[in-house]
Antibody
């Protein structure tokens, strides 16, 4: 069965960097495009980024474009989110999710990793 | 595409019918609209995709309908475990795949 486990979250100062990981198991990771989605405290869900199954295409929300980079290692079955120049408003729980079998909705989700940006 | 959900909060008792709305600022291509349930401390859960297709394991009391710019999630008889926040998401055009702001079912 699909299993996604995020890690790498923590407390970081504004302007610093952090890299999140999402370890996948129980399915053929290399066949699925992957999302990152976040939820700030007391706020709704916000789509962050998408990467194609082979890494050939990447898309970002305007709020993170130029600062965040989504990537993947299909040999390690792992998805990444490199976050640079972090801001207070990046404070959130970050979730990775697979796309669905038939399209780009978010099907299977990890439990999330919290990121707090604070001085 | 901006998604606007209404109402912001829906107050019901178990056994009642819940009707949640999601309106898009422009037509969603191929009705690529999904619904998710979010409970505190838990990951979001996919309920509906493609406007009306239930995800694996989702009870048939959950149903989705709509087209174009207006979409609805209906819970025929609300169960105690259904109380949560519900989000719609469009994935009909190139990213960003925006979410609505959510409806709290209490």
């Amino acid at each position: 069965q699909f299993q996604l486990v995020e890690s790498g979250g923590g407390v970081v100062q504004p302007g610093r960097s952090l890299r999140l990981s999402c370890a996948a198991s129980g399915f053929t990771f290399s066949r699925y495009a992957m999302h990152w989605v976040r939820q700030a405290p007391g706020k709704g869900l916000e789509w962050v980024a998408l990467i194609w199954y082979d890494g050939s295409k990447r898309y970002y929300a305007d709020s993170v474009k130029g600062r965040f980079t989504i990537s993947r290692d299909n040999y390690k079955n792992t998805l990444y989110l490199e976050m640079n120049n972090l801001r207070d408003e990046d404070t959130a729980v970050y979730y990775c999710a697979t796309i669905g079998d038939s399209n780009f909705y978010c099907d299977h989700w990890g439990q999330g990793t919290p990121v707090t940006v604070s001085s | 595409i901006v998604l606007t959900q209404s109402p912001g909060t829906l107050s019901l008792s178990p056994g009642e019918r819940a009707t949640l709305s999601c309106r898009a600022s422009q037509t969603i291509r191929s009705n690529y609209l999904a619904w998710y349930q979010k409970k505190p401390g838990q990951a979001p859960r996919l309920l509906i995709y493609g406007t009306s297709s239930r995800a694996t394991g989702i009870p048939d009391r959950f149903s989705g309908s709509g087209s174009g710019t207006d979409f609805t999630l209906t819970i025929s008889r609300v169960e105690p475990e259904d109380f949560a926040i519900f989000y719609c998401q469009q994935y009909g055009s190139s990213p960003p795949y925006t979410f609505g702001q959510g409806t709290r079912l209490e």
